[in-house]
């Protein structure tokens, strides 16, 4: 089946959080079992929720939305970035050194393009 190009799919923010969402669900694979329902389940949901915001702005209609859905993506990175030094700081993450990169370069990514409907 083929698949029809959205709007979002030309951002690089929507690209970069994509990319981090498989980061984090392969990362937290290896998260102890009683963690399934709390840090676990906790980043997951933080990370798709990126992309999910990104793409769901881009489908608005006016600047100030996709400005408003393009603000609640970057709460929800700011809520995975602490999560992430949690579990860093607990001894689940041993290596996240590329993650935290991609963490990084997202919040740039994002704050660009916010800056970039400013103008």
């Given at each position: 089946?083929?698949?029809?190009?959205?709007?979002?799919?030309k951002?690089?923010?929507?690209?970069?959080?994509?990319?981090?969402?498989?980061?984090?669900?392969?990362?937290?694979?290896?998260?102890?079992?009683?963690?399934?329902?709390?840090?676990?389940?906790?980043?997951?949901?933080?990370a798709?929720?990126?992309?999910?915001n990104?793409?769901?702005?881009a489908a608005?209609?006016?600047?100030?939305?996709?400005?408003?859905?393009?603000?609640?993506?970057?709460?929800?990175?700011?809520?995975?970035d602490?999560?992430?030094?949690?579990?860093?700081?607990?001894?689940?993450?041993?290596?996240?050194?590329a993650?935290?990169?991609?963490?990084?370069?997202?919040?740039?990514?994002?704050?660009?393009?916010?800056?970039?409907?400013d103008?």
């Amino acid at each position: 089946m083929a698949q029809v190009a959205r709007k979002h799919y030309k951002l690089l923010a929507w690209q970069e959080a994509m990319e981090l969402v498989t980061d984090i669900y392969s990362l937290t694979k290896g998260f102890p079992a009683d963690e399934r329902y709390g840090l676990t389940s906790q980043m997951r949901r933080a990370a798709v929720s990126v992309p999910s915001n990104i793409a769901e702005g881009a489908a608005r209609r006016s600047r100030q939305e996709l400005k408003q859905f393009l603000m609640i993506a970057r709460g929800s990175l700011s809520e995975l970035d602490t999560q992430f030094l949690i579990a860093a700081n607990l001894g689940f993450i041993l290596d996240g050194v590329a993650t935290s990169m991609k963490i990084d370069k997202l919040f740039g990514t994002l704050g660009s393009l916010l800056k970039s409907l400013d103008n």
